[in-house]
């Protein structure tokens, strides 16, 4: 379901406000980290805040799901088989999406199609 503006920007300042306590806390807690310690920390942050955005973004996105899908291997049309959530490894770091998933009968290949 689309968020309106509000809510996305909710939903980025309650994850920011989260990761913020989680690294807060570490820091109360360590006892005189080193540099790397506290950049490896940050890093972190800096990762699972950017993750949550991409999400957060592709949500709520228009995406035109294709009509139809062939098969890259043989070519066979493939058949919807709805929407399913998938991982991927992007470059702000590893996200979970929903997207159209659609199945080769020949090949027995699973596919989702860019979007």
């Given at each position: 379901?689309?968020?309106?503006?509000?809510?996305?920007?909710?939903?980025?300042?309650?994850?920011?406000?989260?990761?913020?306590?989680?690294?807060?806390?570490?820091?109360?807690?360590?006892?005189?980290?080193?540099?790397?310690?506290?950049?490896?920390?940050?890093?972190?942050?800096?990762?699972?805040?950017?993750?949550?955005?991409?999400?957060?973004?592709?949500?709520?996105?228009?995406?035109?799901?294709?009509?139809?899908v062939h098969?890259?291997?043989?070519?066979?049309?493939?058949?919807?088989?709805?929407?399913?959530?998938?991982?991927i490894e992007?470059?702000?770091?590893?996200?979970?999406?929903?997207?159209?998933?659609?199945?080769?009968?020949?090949?027995r290949a699973?596919?989702?199609?860019?979007?």
């Amino acid at each position: 379901m689309r968020q309106t503006s509000e809510q996305m920007k909710a939903a980025l300042m309650q994850a920011a406000e989260e990761k913020a306590d989680e690294l807060i806390e570490w820091a109360e807690g360590a006892d005189r980290p080193t540099l790397s310690q506290i950049e490896e920390r940050v890093l972190k942050y800096r990762r699972a805040l950017s993750e949550r955005a991409a999400e957060l973004l592709l949500e709520n996105q228009k995406a035109a799901a294709p009509v139809e899908v062939h098969c890259e291997r043989c070519g066979e049309l493939a058949e919807n088989k709805g929407v399913k959530r998938v991982c991927i490894e992007s470059r702000v770091g590893e996200l979970e999406i929903e997207r159209e998933y659609w199945y080769c009968p020949r090949c027995r290949a699973g596919i989702f199609p860019p979007g």
